[in-house]
């Protein structure tokens, strides 16, 4: 079995949506990847998180073959290629349908940063992705999803909006390594819920300036960062 | 002790139901049928799901008399029992007054399909009947629920909306055995409560276009559906 | 120690609210009564409920002195002993501040009865009381908000609406005994919950039809109940 | 190990955030102070909860100067010591950024007092913080933030609202010791919630009045208190 760290990892991240309450039965995948090998380690596709091994993850190349594994890879597997190929800095990928961030999705809008818990993580809105067409949607409609994600973040560092939400679907979400990425998940849903509260006692919200944004998003992720302990 | 298999399976079902936080104190059951016996085991009315054992099922035939069981079926069995006279294809029905469905029923108002965790399960919307006429209630209450129920799926395939909001009342579920009718319950549990809050973030949100429907109903369903593992 | 029984059916009223999630702390309280005896048992004030056992119980005569305890009883005292002066047939009260009970009753509003989970517990709306007058609250509120329940229950029966939202403040619940009181407390807040996702999903939402209120209330009440096992 | 009994409580009222979910994963921070010492431990910065022991906390003096500890505190404790320094009766502080707490917060609105939970604990409504300057967000933020905290209270004192919302951001609770400011932290957290949905069930909800209100204030906290047991 090659690759057992990655697939330990990948299980972890798996079992870490599972535990945050963000998936119901087998909704949601988490991947990652070994650049050095060019490799991705996947959920295979329905089923049980709770006997889940890592052997049963299925390995893939960049190019979505299956290098080992006896399993079908998620559904969502050419949506994670996509991500991986066109954003380089990212390690591990995170798909849910968790409530308040699917609903955000389902809205069809982009949650405004109302507050520092969205700051800390996201230097801007949570970004939603345009409709896919027809003809989008009819072939290779999961490589049509990642291709409308990797459109919308033609301005964007995805290291500073680490997450997405397709429209009418869900959101999508990525870190430096499958262990970040699977909390921003977590993130996500508490800040789709937030947002959901902050317009029912407020319906003309505003979003926090960007001094009050770029103060919390850079004491956690800029050069001067200053949260947590020094690593 | 009849149909033991059956009855496990139903047991199981009902407690799926609880597991999954849908039912208060006795509210909500679920059945399931034997098609080549014509019979149906179904859960005792008013009984604690905690001590529950499959020898507590009642055992009916389709038309509603006890064949084995010494309690009284649940008082909903005369719906369930048009349910399987009705619908053909379905070997498992579950009833529940989930928080979120059941406010859906309240309203009134069919579910719209905000998004692919609905197109999964439903290829429409969840779709709600008529009221029942003062004379439908006064008698054979049960029954008419059912009639009303039917009706309503006139022009629709019962395993392509697995699931009905009985207006004024709650969810009625199904799916080809027990076994896939109380998960039904659970996802059209999330699909409701993600649909409020899908209009809180905005009240103009429209469903998701015909395509991108067909496109995930079908992945899942059709003869080219990829989702899952082959089987 | 005297009413061991009652003393015990009072305390597992209390541990039931704590069970299933209606309160904080110390927030609310549940007490039975002997109607025999003309004996209270009710719950200790701000006492944690982890560690209360049957004789922190006070039991009290209805005139409000206490026969045997060492503790002080709950501050809402005096609006249980007025409830079972005036409605000779309960025999146990439930309080609590659980969420949307609490929030209807914030609201000023009665719950409408929007479907059948609420028409098989309340034959109508759950009522709520008027507010208090200043002099009313500045000596003997407790009593007074027990005679302000009583007031709006002058020509309702207290076992077809076994609760009622004191305006501004919280539910009081009651039944046929404690362990009937405690319950009614979980479906009042279960009820409150799915009113609020009702109007949320159609803000025009109407009660259900007289008929079909009647109907669930009295196949679980009437004369010709026929919901659970017989007795 | 200096100021062993402090570090304890300081712990236990930070791992009573993570048991009444009010955190997720690092966020959220309590301390408390030793006045006599005039020494303060604090949550250090960005470790998990679960494995936090005693000895991980932070012990500063009131300058934020560390005093013992070799972890970083809490990147928050700058407010906290200006809470300390402006509010002498208080021991205990404890900042999370809970749900609904939070959406009051950016929703930029002070909680009304709709009912007697919110009377019980907060004389007034539960007060919001002005947005910060553009400067003040630049140097000294933390600090900064404080100082807007103490603005606010020109004319409150801080045992009759033991909590506020800074604007933007999230809810700072306090109490006379650790052991305090912690469920106020939570009891915020539910308020914030029923208000919510008060104004769902009726989005002209109207506080209660001034007479009710001091009624359950001062039976908790006057000086003719008559909650709970005598002390």
Not at 12 to 28: I, K, M, P, S
Not at 139 to 155: H, L, P, S, W
Not at 184 to 194: F, S, T
């Amino acid at each position: 079995m090659i690759l057992k760290k990655l697939r330990e990892e990948v299980l972890e991240a798996n079992l870490e949506l599972v535990r945050r309450g963000l998936v119901l039965y087998t909704f949601g995948n988490a991947s990652g990847i070994d650049r050095d090998e060019g490799l991705i380690a996947i959920k295979p596709s329905g089923v049980a998180y709770e006997t889940m091994k890592p052997e049963d993850l299925v390995i893939v190349n960049l190019g979505g073959e299956i290098v080992e594994g006896s399993l079908r890879p998620s559904s969502d597997l050419a949506t994670h290629l996509i991500l991986y190929r066109a954003f380089g800095g990212i390690g591990g990928v995170a798909h849910t349908h968790s409530r308040a961030a699917t609903a955000w999705a389902q809205s069809g809008r982009e949650i405004p940063c109302f507050g520092t818990t969205h700051a800390d993580y996201f230097h801007g809105p949570i970004p939603v992705t345009k409709a896919l067409t027809p003809a989008e949607i009819r072939a290779d409609y999961e490589a049509n999803t990642g291709q409308a994600i990797v459109r919308r973040f033609a301005k964007l560092d995805p290291l500073h909006a680490p997450a997405v939400l397709v429209a009418g679907h869900a959101p999508f979400c990525w870190g430096k390594s499958p262990a970040e990425a699977a909390p921003v998940a977590v993130i996500v849903e508490e800040i789709a819920a937030m947002a959901f509260q902050t317009l029912t006692a407020n319906p003309k919200a505003r979003p926090i300036s960007k001094h009050l944004h770029d103060k919390h998003f850079l004491r956690k992720h800029g050069d001067d960062a200053y949260y947590g302990q020094k690593r």
